[in-house]
């Protein structure tokens, strides 16, 4: 499979990803996150005022879940998009649909 580049994150995941640098690999496995955006291979998907809404109501869609918020910003982000393809640990992203009905392509690591 080819990724296209840049990656796209939105800050809520990037909060995420860094939390879970610090505490498995420390500072050297944030810096090189960091340095995926340095380097301009990921970029951060900017959530308007005008799409909380939406942002809810996936919260409220997928509540059974539960959807938090930074699984919501990436739905969003594909909705806005067309990205389909999505790097994940989370298998919830089996079950998220984009715009109701797509659903999104796993990249395998």
């Given at each position: 499979m080819r ?8 800050w809520s995941?990037?909060?995420?990803a860094m ?91």
């Amino acid at each position: 499979m080819r990724l296209t580049k840049p990656l796209v994150t939105t800050w809520s995941c990037l909060t995420e990803a860094m939390y879970l640098a610090l505490h498995r690999g420390g500072w050297q496995m944030q810096k090189q996150l960091g340095q995926l955006l340095l380097d301009k291979l990921l970029t951060v998907y900017e959530v308007q005022e005008s799409d909380y809404s939406r942002l809810l109501a996936l919260m409220e869609q997928y509540r059974n879940r539960p959807m938090d918020l930074a699984d919501a910003t990436l739905v969003l982000t594909a909705e806005k998009t067309g990205y389909r393809q999505i790097l994940t640990l989370d298998s919830d992203f089996l079950f998220y649909r984009i715009c109701h009905q797509d659903t999104f392509e796993i990249i395998s690591v």
